[in-house]
């Protein structure tokens, strides 16, 4: 049922590997498809990811630097996987302990691994656990249910309770096998199924299908503990259903008996219950129940008779001896907080410490999640977006799970390492970014190279668009200008002014006597996308090298102009699109950037749709050194920052470094 | 005598002090006093030793297997070391071994194969740019073309680097999967990534600089005026070619003769 199974080292040898029977061709591209978009992006929070037709699952083996690689058909699901990996990685490292435990790479690449007999074991084995409960048989319908209700029993007559009518004895037993038949594990559902072939029925079925979705778990799960509350009430309706076949005198009669019956407080015995009890008793307020909420109230008197509560759990005993009056030495309290585990107890706590700094120790996600759970709420702090950072801890946990840690390393200076380490992978470009070089390509191709300003309103497309400008004239490249922001009062104004500014800063007797900068507008109210067009068709009858497309500010949720905006994309197809985001966004950043990409996927009409290409980073000498949307926007789009906008003249514009960014959101 | 007072009394601060611990050291064993300079020798020592140990990391004995993804760096790693063709998938942390040349005096050092994916090639280089010896920059030949920007951009990378333009490593371009067709030979190779990398010098230097104000290294590779040529580098370079997989596949040989006579004769 497996497509593949490899074993390889994190330094890339391939140490053993499974190709499934008539399986062709080669897992390299899928694992490295993994490799590269989940391990390197730091999205290996969960463990699975699919590529084309296969699904595949990976595990980390942190202590050996090994990585376990899984391949499946996506449209199998199979259970028993995750399980499978975790046996074959113990199996694996237990056998091949020796090998793996010397440090560099000759043991791996002499060694040999012939570890064929106990994967094939252990895949027997889990495919077995797995067919343990075969999928049931479907009744003839001789033994079905259906075959013993009367015809006149699912006729629906007009009443005022749309219920199913249940009559007649043959119900009595009918709901009986159903109420087993669900207790086994099948659900009434399936029951309905089968009637729906009648077609008078179908308004029955419907009803009981929303009742079905609106109260799921009443028929099967709770077959016992309904049946009681369920009876008297099922037989009552049962009853009044019953009651419309039935005539004046024999009505009363059945409520004497019922009366009867509820005075002597008798159990049902006409078990008529239809599962579908419409108005069902509420079974009335239960009391909620806290996880962490204790039974009494008395560990919450911190009274001095009590001792002194605060303390953890653990030193307790130590809490007695000391007198519950004396305050504790400021550093004593200090280290039993930051060194003492529960766990350990009193005097343990102290040798923990030094234990915990001396010899090997594996980590384990215990010692870490208090460390990560700070660190999260760092970069929090530091405005990287929640649930990016709550990714990224994830990934890094899993990245150092089993890990041995050296002698005199602590488990917060570990995992901070670790974190640092992810954060300048993620923010180093996963592509070659130089605009000069492309640029010159495209001149040499006798074609302008096109780029594309994109973002929501206010994030300073229009300013760093003439700085880049700038950047670009003094390189000594002719640039034109298209203003499709045709929506925006003074959007055309604003560039015309910038587009006169910087020829007077480089005059044109300097280039021969044409206009360094031009502006192609064709005022407001008219359509983009035409606009670019035909700027970018005079760029390259007039020679520009660069045409800078500057576009009207737009909210992500905006459907029409996500549209108008894919339309643009789409139909010109730019060289560079790049998205322009503030420093000072939050959570928010995440959101634009989603929607943006999703819009600019879903109307473009080829199959290799142009997204984002880069971010123009604006507004960053506004933040101090809370500059954790950067973080959050090359991780949402895996694009580089192309640019970083540091102030409002045409000299302020720089490049990221990695590093000094990760340092100011690493600095506490 | 009036000199001896004035003496004694320009002395006088410090001499009651200068008295007593003369007085106290004479009371003292002599041996007690032999025990503490040995001690603080001792300690001199050790500080002196720690520093030198320290340093010592740059010392350079290492051989970097540096290049673009999927250039072939582990497959040739492992045939380097064991001969032995081994399936390889993206690397993502650095393998180091020690390795034994192949000439007469049998000299060995580590050999190490960096990842070569965009985002961790850089961490990697700053890790191990200073231990390194030789630098062997591995080039896909067959796929040349197409990537000729990427490869000399990492080129241009590593030879302006700071630690690597003051060690002056030697440099060697192995022009890898020679066993396909379509590969470039190692002559062509050179001649393009000259042409790249004078147009590489003027575009980076009109980079824009970073945005905490630190500028870009400031070495500027050949000559000024002059097309950029190999032979204008401090650090000797040379253009070879290899198969790491060999012409007959999996199972044959690597050809890879060429590189380890290059590494012979470091």
């Known amino acids: 049922m497996l497509d593949f199974f490899t074993i390889f080292s994190k330094g890339g040898i391939v140490l053993w590997c499974f190709q499934g029977t008539g399986v062709t061709e080669s897992f390299t591209g899928p694992v490295n498809a993994l490799i590269r978009s989940v391990i390197l992006q730091e999205r290996s929070g969960n463990n699975s990811y699919s590529h084309d037709a296969l699904s595949l699952k990976y595990k980390l083996d942190n202590e050996f630097e090994l990585v376990f690689v899984v391949g499946f058909q996506k449209i199998l699901t199979l259970t028993y996987v995750d399980k499978f990996i975790d046996d074959v990685q113990l199996h694996f490292r237990d056998r091949y302990k020796n090998e793996l435990e010397q440090k560099g790479a000759l043991a791996l690449l002499n060694s040999h691994f012939a570890f064929e007999d106990d994967f094939k074991m252990l895949l027997r084995e889990a495919e077995e656990s797995s067919k343990a409960r075969g999928p049931t048989s479907m009744r003839s319908f001789n033994a079905s249910l259906k075959s013993q209700k009367t015809v006149k029993s699912m006729i629906e007559t007009k009443g005022g309770d749309k219920g199913k009518e249940q009559g007649g004895k043959k119900n009595k037993n009918a709901k009986k096998e159903g109420k087993e038949k669900a207790a086994e594990g099948r659900t009434a559902h399936n029951n309905l199924l089968k009637w729906s072939d009648w077609n008078g029925i179908r308004h029955i079925e419907i009803t009981y299908l929303m009742y079905l979705i609106l109260f799921p778990s009443t028929p099967a799960a709770e077959p016992v503990k309904g049946e009681k509350a369920k009876a008297p009430t099922s037989a009552q309706k049962t009853e009044e259903n019953g009651n419309q076949g039935l005539t004046q005198e024999e009505i009363i009669q059945k409520k004497r008996e019922e009366f009867i019956r509820k005075r002597m407080g008798a159990p049902v015995e006409k078990p008529s219950k239809s599962p579908k009890p419409v108005k069902e008793k509420p079974k009335g307020k239960e009391k909620r129940v806290w996880t962490l909420g204790g039974s009494s109230t008395k560990e919450l008197d911190y009274s001095q008779s009590n001792g002194n509560g605060a303390h953890a759990a653990g030193d307790q005993g130590l809490d007695a001896q000391a007198d519950p009056g004396d305050l504790l030495a400021v550093d004593y309290d200090v280290l039993f907080k930051m060194f003492l585990s529960p766990k350990k107890g009193a005097f343990g706590g102290m040798f923990g410490m030094l234990k915990g700094l001396v010899g090997s120790k594996s980590l384990s996600q215990e010692d870490m999640e208090p460390v990560l759970d700070k660190m999260r709420d760092h970069l929090i702090a530091k405005n990287v977006a929640a649930e990016i950072a709550s990714q990224l801890c994830d990934s890094v946990a899993k990245k150092l799970e089993g890990k041995v840690m050296g002698t005199f390393t602590t488990v917060a200076s570990t995992v901070k390492g670790a974190l640092q380490d992810s954060l300048v992978q993620i923010l180093q470009p996963k592509r070659r970014v130089d605009i000069l070089r492309d640029v010159l390509e495209a001149r040499s191709q006798r074609r302008p190279f096109v780029i594309t300003f994109c973002g929501v309103n206010g994030v300073g497309k229009s300013t760093n668009l003439a700085k880049i400008s700038f950047w670009l004239i003094e390189n000594g490249f002719t640039v034109l200008i298209a203003a499709c922001d045709t929506f925006r009062a003074g959007a055309v104004e604003q560039l015309r002014t910038h587009q006169r500014r910087l020829n007077s800063l480089h005059p044109p007797q300097d280039h021969g006597g044409r206009p360094i900068v031009q502006l192609y507008e064709k005022g407001y109210g008219k359509d983009a996308a035409g606009i670019a067009m035909e700027a970018i068709a005079y760029a390259r009858n007039q020679a520009f090298d660069v045409v800078l497309v500057d576009t009207a500010g737009r909210m992500q949720d905006n459907t029409p102009l996500m549209t108008a905006l894919a339309k643009l994309i789409a139909v010109n197809m730019p060289d560079l699109v790049l998205f322009v985001g503030e420093a000072l966004v939050g959570n928010e950043a995440v959101d634009q950037l989603v929607k943006f990409n999703q819009a600019l996927a879903d109307h473009s009409m080829s199959d290799k749709p142009r997204l984002i290409d880069g971010i123009v980073l604006t507004k960053f000498d506004t933040i101090d050194d809370k500059v954790g949307a950067a973080i959050s926007m090359t991780y949402i789009t895996g694009q580089p920052i192309v640019f970083v906008g540091t102030g409002q003249t045409y000299n302020d514009l720089r490049s990221l470094n990695a590093r000094a960014v990760v340092g100011a959101l690493m600095k506490a | ?266």
């Open chain 2, 1 to 266: 005598m009036e000199d001896n007072r004035d003496v004694e009394a320009g002395e006088n601060p410090f001499q009651p002090y200068l008295d007593a611990l003369r007085k106290e050291l004479e009371h003292q064993d002599p041996i007690f006093i032999i025990g503490i300079i040995i001690s603080l020798a001792v300690v001199v020592i050790s500080f002196v030793l720690l520093k030198y140990f320290l340093s010592s990391k740059t010392v350079q004995s290492a051989v970097l297997l540096v290049g673009l993804c999927d250039s072939g760096k582990t497959l040739l790693f492992s045939r380097l070391l064991s001969g032995k063709f081994k399936k390889t998938q993206t690397s993502i942390t650095d393998s180091s071994a020690p390795y034994k040349a192949k000439n007469e005096k049998g000299s060995s050092w580590t050999l190490i194969d960096l990842p070569g994916h965009d985002s961790l090639r850089p961490q990697y280089v700053e890790k191990f740019k200073s231990a390194a010896r030789a630098i062997v920059f591995v080039v896909d030949s067959a796929i040349f073309q197409k990537e000729v920007r990427d490869v000399a951009e990492f080129l241009y990378f590593l030879l302006t680097d700071s630690a690597v333009s003051r060690n002056v490593p030697y440099l060697i371009v192995a022009c890898n999967k020679q066993d396909i067709t379509m590969a470039k030979s190692a002559k062509l190779i050179q001649q393009q990534l000259e042409k790249e990398m004078n147009t590489l010098r003027v575009t980076r230097s009109a980079a824009l600089g970073t945005q905490d104000g630190s500028a870009g290294s400031s070495v500027y590779l050949g000559k000024k005026g002059k097309d950029f040529e190999f032979s204008q580098l401090p650090m000797k370079v040379e253009f070879l070619e290899c198969s790491a997989r060999g012409s007959k596949g999996e199972n044959g040989q690597a050809d890879i003769g060429s590189l380890e006579k290059s590494l012979a004769n470091l």
